[in-house]
């Protein structure tokens, strides 16, 4: 019988190096659904952010140097976008500024 369960995984201040949203890396025998990833500008200039796919030793970008302006956030995982994970895989973000976006991170986790 499997288990479905909704999570959040958030991070803050964000800066130049590339970093797991929350943390989160999925589990053994886990089934990881993003179903929405909200990156926000916390900063008082535009700034421009990379969004990866990490499966433990690479990184597949999801987008690269995506300019998000004052005041605003890219939404690069949702609506009709989803992205499968396995095991070992991290969804990793970051800027061209430090300290600058805050990342919200939603999955469906099947176990």
């Known amino acids: 019988n499997m288990a479905n369960a909704f999570e959040r995984k958030l991070s803050r201040d964000i800066g130049t190096s590339l970093t797991a949203v929350g943390s989160y890396t999925v589990p053994a025998a886990t089934q ?5 990833l909200t990156v926000a500008n916390t900063t008082g ?8 796919l990490n499966d433990g030793a690479n990184d597949t970008y999801i987008v690269k140097s ?8 890219i939404v690069p995982i949702g609506g009709n976008q989803k992205i499968v994970m396995e ?19 939603s999955i469906l986790e099947i176990t």
């Open 32 to 36: 990881t659904t993003v179903i929405g």
């Open 45 to 52: 200039a535009t700034v421009n952010i990379d969004v990866t």
């Open 66 to 73: 995506a300019p998000v302006p004052t005041g605003g956030a």
């Open 87 to 105: 095991p070992n895989d991290s969804i990793k973000v970051k800027s061209d500024t430090a300290t600058s976006i805050d990342a919200v991170l």
